[in-house]
């Protein structure tokens, strides 16, 4: 994955301090690098260079980067559970056990931020792609009422196939409109997951009043984040159901005029 830094599930499993704070850095490190490419992406959303192809990109990164802080989380808790070796300063090794969780958080803190700036671009740009569909389907329609002045036969003829691309071209959009609503659901899971890595780091470093306060202010917010988000998705379902009845509805009245002027054309080519 091109600019994107991945990772390897397992971690250090020898208990060694020494190989933890080494992989735990590593991983801060790493999830800082996915994070500016979250950013760089996300920055593109809304433009001429948003495509499906940018928009797995981003959720490939992002969802990369929420195991890898799952997976620094459980590094983080078995490295701060080790006994110090004989003979090693214990306020050494509980100083760069601060340090970590300092540096853990400050990246979990930016993570979350490109997540909800991503979040809330999707959104954006999923209701502009409705807007657009529906505007495309009435333009459809204005195309084939046109048809509707060519001879009977030739008419006819037309008016199906018109209406079979319309149809298509329709299923096609709706397909693409729900993939990235399913996408947007996923980031709304991932939001939540990152949620409760701040639990469970609150949890560990209860003894750390700012990095508490710090902690607890993320989760705060992304409660209310994920239940904003949450509603707009209903809103955007219902809005998605109201506008598939009204084409349904055109199509039906389309089909009835043009049956209407079929039957006007024949009687009078028999009069």
């Excluded at 950013?39 to 940018?54: I, P």
């Excluded at 490109?114 to 502009?128: C, G």
């Excluded at 701040?198 to 209310?224: R, Y």
Aim: charged share 25%; proline share 1%; with cysteine.
């Amino acid at each position: 994955m091109d600019g994107v830094t991945s990772y390897q599930s397992g971690g250090v499993r020898n208990g060694d301090l020494h190989k933890y704070s080494h992989s735990i850095g590593s991983n801060i490190q790493k999830i800082s690098q996915n994070v500016k490419s979250m950013q760089q992406l996300v920055n593109q959303l809304g433009t001429d260079q948003d495509n499906q192809q940018l928009r797995a990109q981003l959720h490939q990164v992002q969802h990369y980067t929420g195991g890898l802080a799952k997976d620094t989380t459980v590094e983080l808790r078995t490295f701060k559970s080790l006994p110090v070796p004989p003979g090693q300063d214990s306020r050494t090794w509980h100083m760069q056990a601060e340090r970590l969780t300092r540096e853990f958080s400050q990246a979990l803190n930016d993570f979350q931020t490109a997540q909800r700036q991503a979040a809330s671009k999707e959104k954006e740009a999923l209701k502009k792609a409705r807007a657009d569909s529906d505007a495309h389907y009435f333009e459809d329609g204005k195309h084939g009422a046109a048809l509707l002045d060519l001879g009977e036969s030739e008419n006819k003829g037309r008016s199906q196939q018109s209406q079979m691309q319309i149809q298509m071209e329709q299923e096609q959009e709706m397909q693409a409109l729900q993939e990235r609503e399913s996408q947007i659901r996923q980031l709304e899971s991932d939001i939540m997951d990152v949620n409760q890595i701040f639990k469970d780091l609150a949890t560990m470093v209860h003894e750390q009043g700012e990095v508490v306060d710090s902690i607890e202010a993320n989760v705060e917010s992304a409660q209310v984040h994920v239940s904003q988000a949450s509603t707009q998705l209903t809103q955007a379902r219902q809005y998605q159901n109201k506008a598939r009845r009204k084409k349904l509805c055109l199509i039906g009245i389309g089909l009835v005029v043009l049956t209407v002027i079929i039957i006007i054309i024949v009687l009078s080519s028999r009069n």
